[in-house]
């Protein structure tokens, strides 16, 4: 063991540890932004819902904007250093926020640079690499930042607890606020004087960022306006396009993630809320159900990569779906039905579940978009596939909310569970793609683009 770790740990460089210390402030705030709505703001889960939609619009257009213009400045250092300082001071700044205006503008602009970040570092990971190296140097980049925002919620379990110990709870939150906007300051000086200023160079599309990749109605739709020059044969064409080089049943797999993302997000967003309003439980208490969350996801995916190659992925896609939607209606009947909050024990099993099988289902999904196409087409179809991963959160974003306040957090996780059970109703139109040598494994970029929640954390 301790010789694994020496391996590991030699297998770095010394500017991943601005990257982790970065992810351990958005680990921090993934959790802290939810609950300063309603301690600091008196807001309720249909505002959560809102602010998780609009920050998930401008992180679709951040990364369209991030990977065009580093490449235009051949330059990556200095949108690295943005990508931490810039949410570090938003962060700051949250803590003296005194409405949710305010407070969802700093988020945008938050996760607006936040995406930077992804755009860039896995380029500065392996320009000028061997491309043999590649999947290692990118495997133990996510590993650091996986593992910087689960010790992100552990300090903002600490940081909340130590000071409600002296103060109220939205003072405690606005204080914690400005100590990780102060850690998160740090990083980027910290990236300042390790981060290497890497030679851009054409890499292809096997590493085109998802900036450059996301053929998505939005951006297409973007590109059309004013609405009055919209031209329906313009459209048409490029609808067609997408499905050039792409495998029978693409369009179904998409379809189907687009109805996984909506009815996870039902479930994922107003999660926080539930915690702290229904249940009664204290911030930190919060923090650290999310933190076994996502520790569960950093633990499982050994398991499920060898799961995918035993089992092949559309069946581990349609098994995680499965545990999830038995999940989802459980919590559901349980609140509907259970008069008292569910015990702490069954809660910590649902949590470790919870974040296991987002191990399957993300490992799973990017494998499948990836072998449903060719080599050539493979950034496009990688790039809808993010990009409907992103639609479908929006929806759930505003769709969640609401539900959640006008029809009680039960209704949200049925309606969760209902979209699980016709997304996998849809696979059922996908073939399982077949295994090749250029097919088995996206590719080191591709796996690196696979969707996460807002900021990264697990869903």
């Known amino acids: 063991?301790?010789?694994?770790?020496?391996?590991?740990?030699?297998?770095?460089?010394?500017?991943?540890?601005?990257?982790?210390?970065?992810?351990?402030?958005?680990?921090?705030?993934?959790?802290?932004?939810?609950?300063?709505?309603?301690?600091?703001?008196?807001?309720?889960?249909?505002?959560?819902?809102?602010?998780?939609?609009?920050?998930?619009?401008?992180?679709?257009?951040?990364?369209l904007l991030w990977g065009k213009l580093s490449d235009a400045a051949h330059r990556r250092k200095p949108f690295v250093i943005l990508s931490y300082a810039v949410p570090g001071a938003c962060l700051a700044g949250m803590a003296l926020a005194r409405s949710f205006e305010l407070l969802v503008a700093l988020n945008m602009l938050l996760n607006l640079f936040w995406v930077a970040n992804a755009s860039v570092t896995v380029l500065i990971a392996i320009e000028n690499r061997d491309p043999r190296e590649w999947e290692t140097k990118i495997a133990h980049l996510n590993q650091v930042g996986a593992l910087g925002w689960v010790f992100g919620l552990l300090l903002g379990s600490a940081t909340v607890a130590v000071g409600g110990a002296w103060l109220d709870e939205s003072t405690a939150l606005r204080v914690t606020f400005a100590f990780v906007g102060v850690v998160g300051v740090l990083a980027a000086i910290l990236a300042a004087r390790t981060v290497p200023g890497t030679r851009p160079q054409a890499l292809g599309a096997v590493v085109s960022s998802l900036a450059l990749s996301l053929g998505s109605a939005l951006v297409d739709l973007a590109l059309l306006r004013p609405i009055r020059q919209l031209d329906p044969r313009r459209l048409r064409v490029r609808l067609r396009g997408w499905g050039a080089g792409l495998a029978p049943g693409t369009r179904a797999f998409f379809f189907a993630t687009l109805v996984a993302y909506v009815g996870i997000g039902l479930f994922g967003i107003p999660?926080?809320?539930?915690?702290?309003?229904?249940?009664?439980?204290?911030?930190?208490?919060?923090?650290?159900?999310?933190?076994?969350?996502?520790?569960?996801?950093?633990?499982?995916?050994?398991?499920?990569?060898?799961?995918?190659?035993?089992?092949?992925?559309?069946?581990?896609?349609?098994?995680?779906?499965?545990?999830?939607?038995?999940?989802?209606?459980?919590?559901?009947?349980?609140?509907?039905?259970?008069?008292?909050?569910?015990?702490?024990?069954?809660?910590?099993?649902?949590?470790?579940?919870?974040?296991?099988?987002?191990?399957?289902?993300?490992?799973?999904?990017?494998?499948?978009?990836?072998?449903?196409?060719?080599?050539?087409?493979?950034?496009?179809?990688?790039?809808?596939?993010?990009?409907?991963?992103?639609?479908?959160?929006?929806?759930?974003?505003?769709?969640?909310?609401?539900?959640?306040?006008?029809?009680?957090?039960?209704?949200?996780?049925?309606?969760?569970?209902?979209?699980?059970?016709?997304?996998?109703?849809?696979?059922?139109?996908?073939?399982?793609?077949?295994?090749?040598?250029?097919?088995?494994?996206?590719?080191?970029?591709?796996?690196e683009r696979a969707p996460t929640s807002s900021g990264g954390s697990a869903i």
């Open 1 to 63: 063991m301790r010789a694994s770790l020496r391996t590991w740990w030699s297998g770095g460089e010394s500017w991943y540890a601005a990257v982790g210390l970065a992810n351990l402030v958005l680990g921090a705030s993934s959790i802290l932004i939810p609950l300063a709505l309603r301690s600091m703001l008196g807001r309720s889960v249909d505002s959560l819902g809102i602010l998780s939609s609009l920050v998930s619009v401008v992180g679709v257009g951040g990364n």
């Open 271 to 447: 999660l926080p809320l539930l915690l702290a309003e229904r249940f009664r439980f204290p911030t930190s208490i919060v923090f650290l159900f999310f933190a076994l969350q996502n520790a569960a996801v950093v633990a499982a995916y050994p398991w499920a990569s060898r799961r995918i190659g035993r089992a092949g992925n559309l069946r581990v896609q349609k098994g995680a779906l499965a545990i999830r939607l038995v999940l989802f209606a459980a919590t559901a009947a349980a609140l509907a039905f259970y008069p008292r909050p569910i015990p702490v024990p069954v809660l910590v099993v649902g949590f470790a579940v919870f974040g296991a099988t987002w191990s399957a289902f993300s490992l799973s999904g990017t494998a499948i978009a990836s072998r449903l196409s060719k080599s050539e087409t493979r950034g496009r179809a990688l790039g809808v596939f993010n990009g409907v991963a992103g639609v479908g959160w929006i929806i759930a974003g505003v769709g969640s909310g609401y539900l959640a306040r006008w029809a009680g957090y039960e209704a949200a996780f049925a309606c969760g569970a209902g979209f699980l059970a016709l997304a996998i109703l849809i696979l059922h139109w996908v073939r399982e793609p077949e295994s090749s040598d250029a097919q088995d494994a996206p590719s080191a970029a591709e796996a």
